[in-house]
């Protein structure tokens, strides 16, 4: 199997494998790789390539123990999940395995990081979190799993989900007594890859003491979302915080932090909008809003790759033709003719020379994102009304301006809340750039 195939063999809750291309587009090819949220590991896995020194944690002891017996033990791994989807057998094997004299010895086993993972624990795991319905499987916080009872929504008549659902192509049936052998190629090649990755249980704190130098580090944090604090009033939001203080502290490292959009205030980042379009796992909320920052450190975006702003200052120095004084300069006292209100012909003006706030590039984009730059408006709710202030507008080429007003392209799909969470920030920080602009020019006229 090719390392581009290589993908977990469970479904996860937060799992980023379709954000994997863009964040590696920014990642590069660091020589340190580190991934302290890494439940279905799905960033590692995408990689283009392994790095030379890549470690993985996560505080869930199934999740470390997983990855770790597959590394050391697929075979027995395999064996152990190689079972037809049974709804009896689904509490029983629950049961066993969140009985806590099991897992806290679990947990003590996994403190030495050479510890090679107990296959039997793993592969129940795994044929559980493939079969189970939601998220929630061994996990005793979850709504509906009072008493550390696996939620009873899983039914024997459905096929299930990962190994046991879609083998590589193959649907099993549920009796059919298949060998599994795709499945178990499939976790060999994953074994493979994961020989020379360091696995950790705990703490994402304790990744980061595997950080040996600045050179070329990428580290990619997927916390627990603020929002989800109060369905596992598990601190999410006091974790998240402080990932995001040790992330501002090392922006000189290639980082990427994800979360909601406005979740955090990093100065200096660049933002990547993406949507799954569809709702998390056992959620009402839908995950359109995420976002992805990006440290200084991190590469540009490939052309057209991306949506992505920059909050770095990229005002008049980034400026190419001369400003025209006559039609700028404060002497003349009334740059601005207000025709309308909300009107601001100064503000449109200075827009046309800012960066495409969808491709990232002044001038001409990228073929993907064609014609002039534009001032497109932003209207709050689709529907007839008032043309907004100026005030409310973005740069955008010509052929992300279609697509933002016709909904198609890079917008397709996206709902009114989505397109104004994204575009809320941006014009925030137009403004202010703008302000700024203004400021530094009435100071340079004084002068
Ligand atoms: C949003 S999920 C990460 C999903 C992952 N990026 C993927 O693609 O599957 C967050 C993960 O953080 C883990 N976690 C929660 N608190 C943690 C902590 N304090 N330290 C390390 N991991 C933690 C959870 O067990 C969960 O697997
Ligand atoms: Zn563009």
């Known amino acids: 199997m090719s390392a581009a195939a290589l993908k977990a063999p469970f479904p996860y809750f937060g799992g980023k494998s379709s954000a994997a291309v863009d964040v590696w587009d920014r990642l590069g090819r660091p020589k340190q790789y580190i991934e302290p949220f890494c439940g279905s590991a799905a960033m590692l896995l995408a990689a283009p390539e392994p790095a030379s020194l890549e470690v993985i944690g996560d505080q869930n002891f199934y ?33 066993w395995l969140t009985e806590p004299s099991r897992t806290a010895a679990l947990r003590d086993a996994l403190v030495d990081a050479d510890w090679p993972g107990d296959p039997k624990i793993a592969g129940w795991w795994l044929w559980g979190q493939c079969c189970w319905i939601g998220s929630g499987w061994c996990d005793p916080r979850r709504p509906g799993n009072a008493g550390g009872e696996p939620r009873s929504d899983s039914d024997v008549s459905d096929s299930g989900r990962g190994t046991q659902a879609a083998s590589l192509g193959q649907i099993p049936h549920v009796s059919d007594g298949s060998s599994g052998e795709p499945v178990r190629q499939w976790l060999t090649a994953l074994s493979r890859r994961l020989q020379r990755v360091r696995i950790v249980h705990g703490d994402w704190s304790r990744c980061l003491n595997h950080h040996y130098g600045d050179t070329e580090t990428a580290v990619f944090l997927d916390p627990p979302y603020k929002a989800y604090e109060k369905l596992y009033s598990s601190g999410a939001a006091a974790i998240a915080d402080a990932v995001a203080d040790w992330a501002r502290a090392h922006g000189r490292l290639r980082v990427a932090l994800c979360g909601h959009v406005g979740d955090y205030d990093m100065p200096g ?24 920052w990006f440290s200084p450190a991190c590469l540009r975006p490939s052309p057209g790759r991306t949506i992505w702003r920059c909050s770095v200052k990229r005002t008049a120095l980034k400026r190419r033709t001369p400003l025209k004084a006559k039609r700028w300069g404060i002497k003349y006292k009334s740059p601005r003719r207000l025709t309308r209100p909300g009107a601001d012909s100064g503000y449109i003006h200075w827009l046309h020379s800012q960066p495409c706030c969808v491709c990232g590039n002044e001038g001409t984009g990228p073929a993907s994102c064609w014609g002039e730059i534009q001032a497109s408006h932003i209207r709050k709710q689709t529907g007839l009304g008032l043309k907004p202030p100026d005030r409310q507008t973005l740069a955008m080429h010509q052929g992300a301006h279609e697509d933002w007003e016709q909904r198609k392209g890079v917008f397709a799909g996206w709902a009114d809340g989505t397109r104004w969470a994204w575009a809320a920030p941006l014009i925030a920080e137009s403004n202010e750039a703008y302000d700024r602009y203004c400021a530094a020019r009435a100071r340079k006229v004084a002068a």
């Open 269 to 292: 980042w660049t933002v990547h909008a993406w949507s799954r379009g569809r709702l998390t796992y056992g959620g009402d909320k839908t995950t359109d809003d995420e976002c992805i």
């Open 63 to 95: 999740v470390a123990n997983f990855w770790r017996a597959l590394k050391f033990h697929p075979d027995e791994v395999w064996s152990w999940q190689d079972y037809p989807v049974s709804h009896v057998d689904l509490f029983a094997r629950h049961r």
